[in-house]
């Protein structure tokens, strides 16, 4: 209980700045006592120039105060000591380098807790409690320990500044508005900041729509990654099952090849079979013939006699050889035959090659690019296109630099080719159109058909699969002298636009789009076509019997 009341007293004898016993304690006109290092020290502070309050209740003296030592609180001190007394023991955050210390306290720096923007002090816990005891501290604003309380404060007029001018977009002090920023459009700094408020209310409800956005994009890339890596996968897997078909079959048919030689080797050699017995009789008749050769060298008349053999024909004919031998060529049909495939084979394996790397390369999830609006924006993607001789039907004719198709009466020397239409007046180009593609087309006559259509269109007779627009391996614009017609599938679309002898034709293989164009002056859509494209497309002409078309070089 006598350590309880020793701690009591020393609270009532310590000064509240520093903490400590009292020093040649004073005593102010509020009634708070300090030492008067202490409250001097305060008051000849930069923050408190001008400024002579009690750094406990607050009260504000219109003159500073006179210090006169109290003699009689000092022997108070002096004589609590001799008794044993000590400074209470603080239980105190004392303040680091980045922390902001309290501008009350002297001595060792406490840290601030609270910030004051109306008295722009920062104080401890202890140099804080007045504003939450006294009423006059009640209005005031706290907020955390800040170090730039000074910035509060005009540096001009020494005045707090709590008036934003909005000509000059700063804050300053109500004698600015007087002078500097006279006439100025100025409100209240807590005015300007509602509305500040609002704006960046709604700057950040914009910015949290936009992390919300790219969120769901970032996961729906994320899901394209994955979908992605599961298709390649999957073609992989399949392009690999396929491809070891294909090495499979022709692993066989080679081994094929090899027991159908063979085995024609073997009867072929059976049939000569006979030379081994031919062989043996030379052996017989060269041994003979040396016996014959020896006896006539005998000199002895009756040893000759003696030896001499009876009459023996030779059996079989003595004529010559009735064998007769074909020229020799043997297996070299099949090596011909061998190569021959071969070659028609690579020359497949080439074509379609090329057709899977562009199948590879068209890949493509996002979005394509907006179509042109623009006649320059379209000729960004033009195309040389030139027709292709093997598909011509023979009574079209090929011009300048087999960009012009016309009819004629009689067939042209075209060769014997697949390829060839020989119903339709029709003729494909050389090239074939993925990605991006921009042509044109200039006509003359009663009728032409522009068309895209798939390599593996039908080029014999007359049914529907073979003419353009009339099956679902074609789109067709047909131009008649005033009206034009669209055809896909055998379905007839009327489409409605001006007349021209020009036609543009745009194609983007890959968004799936297929648009045409009536050209004069300037561009107008005719009509577009929204699907799916699974194979690279080639541009194809019809013409009437009275007509030709030409694709025009526009680059």
Not at 169 to 195: F, N, P, W
Not at 307 to 330: E, F, V
Not at 457 to 475: A, E, L, P, Q, V
Request: hydrophobic share 30%.
């Amino acid at each position: 209980m006598a350590q309880q009341g020793n701690q009591l007293d020393s609270v009532k004898f310590c000064c509240s700045i520093c903490l400590d016993l009292l020093k040649d304690p004073v005593t102010i006109p509020c009634g708070h006592n300090y030492c008067m290092n202490c409250i001097k020290t305060c008051w000849d502070g930069k923050s408190h120039i001008g400024v002579h309050s009690c750094p406990q209740c607050r009260e504000t003296f219109t003159l500073r105060p006179v210090l006169v030592r109290n003699s009689m609180l000092a022997e108070l001190v002096e004589e609590m000591k001799k008794t044993g007394l000590q400074a209470a023991p603080a239980d105190l955050c004392y303040a680091g380098p980045e922390d902001v210390t309290c501008d009350v306290c002297t001595g060792r720096q406490v840290k601030a807790v609270k910030s004051c923007l109306v008295c722009l002090v920062s104080y401890c816990e202890k140099h804080l409690q007045p504003h939450y005891d006294a009423p006059a501290f009640k209005k005031h604003q706290l907020v955390d320990p800040s170090k730039k309380l000074q910035e509060n404060i005009c540096s001009l007029h020494h005045e707090v500044m709590k008036i934003f001018c909005r000509t000059d977009q700063q804050s300053i002090c109500y004698l600015c508005t007087m002078d500097e920023h006279k006439g100025h459009e100025t409100v209240s700094a807590t005015a300007e900041r509602r509305e500040k408020q609002k704006e960046l209310e709604v700057s950040r409800q914009q910015i949290q729509q936009r992390i919300q956005d790219r969120e769901k994009d970032v996961e729906l890339l994320q899901q394209e990654v994955k979908n992605i890596n599961v298709s390649a996968d999957k073609s992989v897997e399949n392009s690999e099952k396929s491809f070891n078909v294909v090495i499979r079959l022709l692993q066989k048919r080679s081994s094929d090849m090899k027991q159908q030689v063979r085995s024609q080797q073997e009867q072929e050699v059976s049939r000569v079979k006979d030379l081994q017995e031919k062989q043996q009789e030379i052996t017989d008749l060269k041994r003979r013939e040396a016996e014959l050769e020896k006896l006539c060298h005998t000199e002895d008349h009756n040893q000759f006699l003696h030896n001499y053999p009876s009459p023996s024909p030779l059996s079989g004919s003595t004529h010559s050889s009735s064998i007769q031998i074909r020229p020799l060529r043997y297996f070299e049909d099949v090596t011909a035959a061998v190569s021959e495939t071969t070659d028609k084979l690579q020359d497949l394996l080439r074509e379609s090659w090329t057709n899977i790397s562009l199948s590879v390369a068209e890949v493509d999830v996002l979005l394509s690019e907006p179509e042109p609006k623009t006649r320059d924006g379209f000729l960004k993607y033009s195309r040389d296109i030139t027709l292709d001789p093997n598909t011509a039907h023979e009574q079209l004719l090929l011009s300048n630099g087999n960009r012009k198709v016309t009819v004629m009466k009689e067939n042209q020397s075209y060769s014997s080719h697949p390829d060839r239409f020989n119903y339709w007046f029709q003729v494909l180009s050389k090239q074939s159109l993925t990605g991006r593609c921009y042509w044109e087309v200039e006509w003359r006559g009663r009728a032409v058909c522009v068309a895209v259509a798939y390599k593996n269109i039908s080029r014999k007779g007359n049914s529907n699969d073979s003419g353009f627009g009339h099956n679902n391996k074609c789109w067709t614009l047909r131009c008649d002298t005033d009206i034009y017609t669209f055809w896909y599938n055998n379905i007839k679309t009327r489409v409605s636009g001006p007349p021209s002898s020009r036609v543009g034709v745009f194609l983007d293989h890959r968004a799936g789009l297929l648009s045409f164009y009536s050209v004069s002056e300037t561009m107008t859509l005719l009509h577009t076509v929204q699907t799916t494209f699974t194979q690279p497309l080639h541009a194809g002409l019809w013409v009437d019997g009275s007509s030709s078309a030409q694709f025009v070089n526009v680059k």
